[in-house]
């Protein structure tokens, strides 16, 4: 049927059928005015928006185009007086006979191979062009067409062209009037006859680049052409297998979305109708979903096909309902199944049989053989195969009249969520086994074994037993070239590595750490503008730890732990190391308890939608990035012991400047060079992380280069401890200031600071802090108030006042002091003299005057003239102690 025919056939039944109304279920093509064509999905597929006219290019038939967008079904009313369309016969699929063997072969006929397009290209490809030719006759081919293309998901763009020799020798570019067989077909039936297989199986596929890769496997494999999807041409296609070999096993594999399921239900129908036994297996059943080719380069050829003929195999079994040997699909072992086994133990023989898998938290892990480790394996890749084998799983029951009727009582979402749950129940371990003590590499596991307090490290043969589910990224090798670790690291002084490498060696094993260190691994925030080196070394820690062994909880995720928000620490149950590379400045770290229990390995709760919350212990040490100063307002002690700050000041450019310290040479190899990460930064960066380890336990670590650049977050906070450091005030258990002394002292700071500004008028004027939750003190009513939110020690008191005594009271603050200088005696002769006055070297403090001696009489003052007398004597005796002159701490206690 040429093209013409095509259109007039499409004209004549617009009366009955107008695309136009049906435009929403077709997909728009990338070209103008085109479409992907229902049928043979290509991109060539077109309608006349003013007649309604359509037509596909690639030559697909009219009625099957109509059919494919408005079957039946879907179609208006049959018109009043015409005679109702008989309902299809639905044919029962043939059984599938036991012993079915793939048909395979090592003399197949030759492949076709790419070669440059020499001839004008189709209209829509750019740069240079390969075509591969595919005989399906020798008067019929197609041509594919491919070229790079950078936007397409696989690299590259392609398409095809049909063509036919006319009688007379000329060459058209469409499908012609005669029919197509299957590709390779007559190499199918030759070998079903060569090699005398009993039960044979032939494999089917989308395409026919998907025969070839399979042929160059050595299997026997055979397609449809593009347009050629329909049921009807399906079986036109089976028949010549039917009479070859009826007992013939059609094996097809789909693909996974919503139109591989649609041509898998077609061809069971197909195959219903001729009466061949079939299986569709969709390729999301495989490890690695895609066509043959993308599922070949996963697996060996041998698994391959013991895979294929295990699942015939099984369908053979559950159609039966007994048992038989299902061939391993990894394993050239069978597996003897009882008659009396349950779908629920069939099926988890089938389906998780092949590997060890282990199910922890209702996750299912299965063992990845190439990378040593459990992968996380989701209920959704699972489910679809589950719900294949219960809707084919038959049981046989005897009719009334003693015939075998075949039932599928299990073709129900009952039946594969129990298969599943079954499976889960029947592979559960405890989440605590999960990411054992030890490093996973890719050479093998470092085990950590304890000598006391020591620790030392064995490297072991990978083995399902160990229960990772992070992959091994990093070799593990003692002799490793430290020159590229060692650039990296000069990001950070000498001492700042020390506190960063013990702290993450600590995440090896934190339990044995914490047992023999105490709370002395803290959560570091890493201070620092861009390009410091603070993402580099993230991604080399995480390399070490497999990616999935570190998590990345922020501090907001701690803070909404304690607003009752639970879901987002969840990823901790599981995590070694939790680094969060981007951290908001508006949490509170003195206020966010979550962050405090989980530095020092307090039980925490995980919840998860439609789960009750877990409770675990966190094992992983915590590192944030900021890059401005993270709010913090107090000095709690817990805040000191959990939190230590690593400032980045050095920054790293593409031209430093060779005479600042802080400017190194940029290379960024070590933020996007995987491969030199990995083999060239990252194995000794292990090496200096395990000696950090031993190290870390022995020594512990010296959080001194810390203490400053923590001091320096909580003076950018809060401006009062800045006023305590320059007027000397501090913590002294007996000592105790008055409200108006302290205010007397805060008032001159604020004045000689800028802060405050009096007129002559008396006027005040004031100028807010930098940050607005740093607010200023602006009386002496609050000012001890503000002192004990920054010196929890220290207390307020009501005191009775020095001369009115009970009668009236004075504010003050217990456990703080004033420090001064003391002044410097001299003794020239033994002569007493009166005592200098008191001159503080500190000028905030040099108003305050000590307190006046108490009102006293006569005769007390003579004893304390006698008194003075006899200090002369000791004089000397005490001349080593009078000339110490180092500062003391006075409590000052005002009028």
């Not at 650039?487 to 934190?510: E, G, H, K, M, Y």
């Not at 750490?513 to 991604?539: Q, T, Y």
């Not at 900021?626 to 050095?650: E, H, W, Y």
């Not at 006293?856 to 003239?865: F, R």
Request: with cysteine; net charge negative; glycine share 6%.
């Amino acid at each position: 049927m040429n093209s013409n025919t095509t259109l007039l056939q499409n004209q004549s039944n617009s009366q009955s059928f107008d695309i136009r109304n049906h435009i929403e279920k077709l997909t728009p093509a990338e070209k103008k005015d085109r479409y992907y064509c229902p049928v043979c999905e290509g991109n060539n597929f077109t309608i006349n928006k003013d007649t309604g006219a359509y037509q596909c290019w690639n030559g697909c038939e009219v009625a099957d185009i109509r059919n494919a967008i408005a079957p039946l079904k879907e179609k208006s009313e049959r018109p009043a007086g015409r005679k109702p369309i008989p309902k299809a016969k639905v044919f029962k699929p043939a059984p599938i006979p036991e012993g079915a063997k793939l048909l395979v072969s090592s003399s197949l006929g030759d492949i076709p191979v790419a070669e440059p397009l020499t001839s004008k290209p189709p209209r829509g490809a750019v740069g240079e062009v390969e075509q591969t030719i595919y005989h399906y006759s020798a008067d019929q081919w197609v041509i594919r067409y491919q070229w790079a293309d950078a936007s397409k998901p696989k690299g590259y763009a392609k398409t095809f062209r049909q063509f036919h020799k006319n009688a007379d020798g000329s060459i058209e570019s469409n499908k012609g009037s005669q029919k197509w067989k299957p590709y390779r077909l007559d190499e199918v039936l030759a070998h079903i006859l060569a090699l005398g297989v009993e039960v044979p199986a032939v494999l089917w596929g989308e395409g026919e680049k998907c025969v070839e890769i399979a042929r160059l496997s050595g299997i026997l494999s055979t397609t449809l052409q593009g347009s050629n999807w329909s049921v009807q041409r399906i079986a036109e296609g089976l028949q010549p297998i039917r009479d070859a070999s009826p007992q013939c096993v059609q094996v097809f594999i789909a693909d996974g979305d919503e139109t591989g399921q649609k041509k898998g239900e077609k061809f069971e129908k197909a195959c219903a109708e001729v009466g061949l036994p079939c299986i569709v297996i969709p390729s999301t059943s495989f490890v690695v979903e895609g066509d043959i080719e993308e599922i070949l380069q996963s697996m060996d050829v041998p698994d391959f096909i013991r895979r294929l003929e295990a699942e015939i195999h099984a369908a053979a079994a559950s159609e039966k309902g007994v048992s038989d040997e299902i061939t391993d699909i990894f394993d050239a072992a069978s597996v003897d199944l009882s008659p009396k086994q349950t779908l629920n133990q069939q099926a988890f023989e089938m389906f998780f049989g092949d590997k060890p898998w282990i199910c922890a938290d209702s996750k299912l892990y299965q063992w990845d053989w190439e990378q040593n480790y459990y992968k996380l394996t989701l209920d959704d890749s699972l489910i679809p195969r589950i719900t294949s084998y219960c809707n084919r799983f038959v049981v046989w029951k005897t009719g009334e009249d003693g015939e075998k009727i075949p039932t599928y009582p299990y073709a129900k979402t009952a039946s594969v969520k129990e298969v599943l749950s079954w499976a889960k129940m029947c592979l559960t371990v405890s989440p605590e086994k999960l990411n054992p003590v030890g490093i996973n590499c890719t050479n093998g596991v470092i085990n950590i074994i304890w000598n006391g307090n020591t620790p030392s490290f064995e490297l072991t043969e990978h083995t399902p037993d160990n229960f990772f589910t992070y992959p091994g990224l990093v070799k593990y090798d003692p002799e490793a070239d430290p020159t590229q670790c060692d650039r990296l690291l000069r990001c950070l002084n000498p001492a700042q590595q020390q506190v960063f490498l013990r702290n993450i060696a600590a995440s090896a094993d934190l339990t044995n750490v914490r047992r023999i260190r105490g709370r002395e691994i803290k959560a570091l925030l890493l201070s620092g503008l861009g390009s410091n080196g603070k993402d580099a070394l993230r991604e080399v820690v995480s390399r070490i730890w497999g990616h999935s062994g570190m998590t990345s909880c922020s501090l907001a995720d701690f803070a909404n732990y304690d607003d009752g928000k639970k879901f987002a620490i969840a990823p901790l149950m599981y995590s070694r190391i939790n680094w969060a590379s981007e951290n908001p400045q508006t949490a509170r770290l003195d206020k966010i308890q979550a962050l405090k229990l989980f530095v020092t390995g307090n039980k925490l709760h995980a919840e998860r939608k439609g789960k009750d919350h877990v409770e675990f212990t966190p094992k992983a040490t915590g590192l944030f990035n900021v890059n401005d100063v993270p709010s913090l307002q107090g000095t709690m002690q817990a805040i000191i012991d959990r939190i230590g700050v690593l400032t980045f000041t050095k920054t790293f450019k593409k031209n430093p400047d060779p005479n600042n310290p802080n400017e190194l040479l940029a290379d960024p190899r070590f933020a996007y060079d995987d491969e030199f990460i990995c083999s060239e930064v990252a194995p000794a960066f292990l090496n200096k992380m395990l000696k950090a380890l031993v190290d870390l336990c022995a020594y512990g670590i010296d959080y001194s280069c810390t203490e400053e650049a923590f001091a320096a977050v909580q003076k950018r906070n809060n401006h009062l401890f800045q006023f305590c450091e320059d007027v000397g005030l501090v913590e002294d258990a007996n000592g105790s200031v008055t409200a108006s002394e302290l205010w007397e002292v805060l008032e001159r700071w604020y004045i000689d600071q800028g802060t405050l500004t009096i007129h002559d008028n008396g006027k005040r004027e004031w100028i807010p802090q930098a940050r607005p939750s740093d607010k200023n003190v602006t009386g002496a009513n609050v000012v001890c108030e503000r002192l004990q939110a920054i010196i929890p020690t220290a207390k307020i008191a009501r005191d009775n006042h020095p001369i009115h005594g009970s009668r009236k009271k004075v504010t003050s603050l217990k456990g703080i002091a004033l420090v001064v200088d003391n002044p410097t005696p001299t003794i020239e002769n033994t002569t007493p003299t009166a005592p200098p006055p008191y001159t503080p070297t500190n000028a905030y403090t040099a108003s305050i005057a000590p307190p006046p001696p108490p009102l006293t009489d006569v005769a007390s003052e003579k004893n304390k003239n006698e008194e003075i007398k006899d200090s002369n004597l000791q004089c000397k005796n005490e001349t080593e102690e009078i000339k110490d002159s180092s500062p003391r701490l006075v409590g000052v206690v005002g009028v």
